[in-house]
């Protein structure tokens, strides 16, 4: 939620199918989420961003905040492309050992870590590199470091750095950084935030069907064993298992300098492969840095960029995910899976959460009904709970508003991973549907532009050979 204007009252507005609890911009574009990052008992959520327009361009980082995840205030732009550069995505950490030199007595910087975009006025068109900016005031305002860019490699496709420390106080500090066409992960590391030195790569392994981007890496305890294993994520566009972006991750080990998965698979099955959501919405996933309380947090953008710019919003367009906490559990087999748990507000208007228990027993098949309540609309999804193929699937087809692309009118299938019976935690809001399969271990996110909102569910059994 934001607190400016609501979309009512602005002309030629879709209020309708704004979310109530999942972050959107006022009015205008946003993807990827970026620099996220707890201080001082705030959340900042920066955000690529298009400051004057509803498709994407003129990339900056705008910037929200919150103090519980849920109730986000949108604040002005925090950096701004330039006619030299647009700044597209990154992270954001607090110096406080003041490594990079930018912070004076009893201040604390907040440090942006960027790509820079080359436009054509910079003489370099389309060259990309890794730059710094500073904040020395919570993040209100931002100065470019004169020293940029602090990592350039010569490449067009070299982007998306998330920057953390590791280490006690003789650590350093790591940048993850993608090689997106060479399908590789790069890791630096840098004593100061401004000198970087390659210590290793990773990849090519699991889904390459598109650009590798916007990765992140963190390390997890592992549920009820006292061990503590690494996540690595790396989107990529396009290649997701449900079509267009999605997010896979690989979980091993880490050491400073170099990652080690525990498990590549030699498939060439998209299904084979761990995703961190089987819809199409949901992409770019990245963790906050600095958490108080230890949890692992993310949020995504909840779009697909196969019809990202079209879908029929206005004056905005595009939300964010909720913010999920991430567990390690080791599941059957002995194999190690996330899991992932929403945020969830109190009760908030227009917010439905549903909670159902299905059997989903060999040879049962049931259908969870989202519609509008009755005389309302005739928009609905169907969520199929199929017990001999081990499938639950979300059929969009019917849900309102899907012939603005081609791809939009998805039935998306994820693999059912607990037992005979099925939970599921269903969360609809405004134009976002996210489900979470057994406690987690499996989530689907779509959007929806119902003629009324998904507001009742109903549930059927048949024969799964029906």
């Not at 890791?187 to 935030?193: C, G, V």
């Not at 503590?228 to 050491?255: E, H, R």
């Amino acid at each position: 939620m934001i607190s400016t204007t609501p979309a009512s009252a602005l002309a030629g507005t879709t209020p309708q199918f704004r979310p109530a609890a999942h972050f959107t911009a006022h009015g205008t574009w946003l993807n990827d989420p970026n620099g996220l990052l707890y201080h001082d008992g705030i959340y900042h959520l920066f955000f690529q961003s298009n400051p004057t327009g509803s498709t994407w361009g003129n990339i900056s980082w705008g910037h929200a905040t919150s103090t519980d995840l849920i109730h986000w205030h949108e604040q002005p732009t925090a950096i701004p492309s330039t006619d030299l550069e647009m700044v597209f995505s990154g992270s954001a950490v607090a110096d406080v050992r003041n490594t990079a030199g930018f912070a004076g007595p009893g201040q604390t910087a907040l440090v942006a870590i960027y790509t820079s975009a080359s436009t054509a006025a910079s003489g370099s068109p389309g060259a990309q590199a890794q730059s710094l900016a500073y904040s020395l005031d919570e993040g209100e305002t931002w100065t470019r470091y004169a020293g940029n860019p602090v990592l350039d490699i010569g490449s067009t496709e070299f982007r998306d750095p998330k920057v953390f420390w590791f280490g006690e106080e003789d650590g350093h500090w790591i940048m993850v950084v993608a090689n997106p066409v060479d399908h590789r992960v790069s890791f630096y590391s840098s004593p100061d935030l401004t000198t970087w030195t390659l210590e290793s790569q990773f990849g090519p392994a699991h889904a390459v069907g598109g650009v590798w981007e916007c990765p992140d890496l963190f390390a997890l305890p592992v549920d009820d064993t006292g061990e503590t294993k690494w996540v690595l994520i790396v989107s990529l566009n396009p290649g997701g298992i449900a079509g267009g972006s999605g997010s896979q991750y690989f979980i091993g080990d880490f050491d400073g300098r170099a990652f080690t998965a525990d498990r590549v698979s030699e498939s060439t099955d998209l299904a084979d492969y761990d995703w961190l959501d089987y819809g199409r919405d949901y992409y770019a996933p990245v963790s906050f840095n600095d958490t108080p309380d230890g949890r692992r947090l993310t949020i995504a953008w909840a779009n697909n960029w196969d019809y990202a710019n079209a879908t029929p919003t206005a004056p905005w367009r595009s939300s964010m995910s909720l913010v999920r906490e991430l567990r390690l559990t080791r599941h059957e087999g002995g194999r190690l899976r996330l899991v992932q748990q929403p945020i969830l507000p109190a009760a908030v208007p227009g917010v439905s959460v549903f909670d159902v228990s299905v059997d989903s027993s060999p040879g049962q098949r049931t259908e969870v009904l989202l519609a509008p309540a009755p005389g309302e609309g005739s928009s609905h999804v169907v969520l199929t709970v199929d017990g001999t193929s081990r499938t639950i699937t979300s059929d969009r087809t019917m849900s309102g508003e899907t012939d603005f692309h081609a791809a939009f009118a998805s039935r998306d299938t994820a693999p059912l991973l607990g037992g005979d019976i099925t939970d599921l935690r269903i969360v609809v809001d405004g134009s976002v549907l996210e489900v979470f399969v057994d406690g987690g271990l499996v989530t689907l996110t779509q959007q929806v532009f119902p003629d009324a909102p998904l507001s009742t569910i109903r549930i059927a059994a048949a024969d799964a050979t029906r």
